[in-house]
């Protein structure tokens, strides 16, 4: 009886040794490896954020001078990613995380890049579930018609004509898919609109900070 209790003990000294064992193993993996995973995913966020604003805008770290902006009337979602640019230890730039909330088959996500000057540096679409072969030519694979909105700002053109054509704007609609471009005409006015008005705040918060912000523009109307 007693060798029999005595080889259990033994038995479960092993077990929890080898269990020690590979947990230390573990850790240590984990630790080696922790710093190169992080670096790749920096790397990642950062070429993702590449496709609206080349790098010789900046010379600051997008990815961490960060802050998140409760907007939903302006941007289109709750919350909102925006990540600012410095050069030289000055402002240069913002990139939004915004929505179009009212495309053909449900939201548009959409990367906006906005210089201090309130031009567009550059627009790309994220994600959609619009039509293919129709509404999908807002992705820049498809067609260079959201390229167009580089170099525009408020001004140009004026604000009423930051529209589809059909509507009696400047911009191209799709043949035969007009609700597609026309939220994406939209949700970029709106955006280089809470710019204008807003823009200071964004590039003074502190990163990592959330600001909420509880105007709207004149013509919200909640979905």
């Known amino acids: 009886m007693k060798e029999a209790l005595r080889e259990s003990l033994r038995s479960g000294v092993q077990l929890a040794l080898a269990a020690l064992m590979a947990t230390a193993l573990l ?3 984990f630790a ?3 710093g190169r995973i992080a670096e790749s995913e920096h790397r990642a966020r950062t070429d993702a954020l590449a496709i609206v ?3 010789g805008r900046y010379d600051n770290d997008l990815v961490a001078d960060t802050i998140t902006v409760a907007a939903e009337p302006w941007l289109g979602q709750p919350a ?4 600012r640019a410095r050069l030289g230890g000055r402002d240069a730039a913002l990139v939004l ?10 939201d548009i996500a959409l990367l906006v890049a906005v210089d201090r000057r309130g031009r567009v540096v550059g627009v790309r679409v994220s994600g959609h579930r619009e039509t293919p072969g129709l509404g999908d030519d807002i992705e820049v694979g498809r067609s260079d018609w959201i390229t167009r909105f580089t170099g525009r700002s408020l001004g140009d053109p004026d604000a009423a004509r930051w529209a589809v054509r059909k ?7 799709f043949a035969g898919a007009t609700v597609t ?11 280089l609109e809470f710019v204008a008005r807003h823009g200071d ?7 990592g900070a959330t600001l909420r912000i509880d105007s709207a523009p004149d013509d919200y109307r909640p979905q």
């Open 201 to 207: 705040a964004l590039y003074a918060a502190a990163p």
């Open 167 to 173: 509507d009696g704007g400047d911009f191209d609609q």
């Open 27 to 29: 850790a240590g993996t």
């Open 32 to 34: 080696l490896t922790r």
């Open 53 to 55: 604003i080349p790098a």
């Open 97 to 106: 995380s915004v929505v179009a909330p009212d495309g053909y088959s449900g």
């Open 181 to 191: 471009p026309r939220a994406v005409v939209a949700a970029v006015k709106r955006c």
């Open 80 to 83: 909102s990613t925006v990540h």
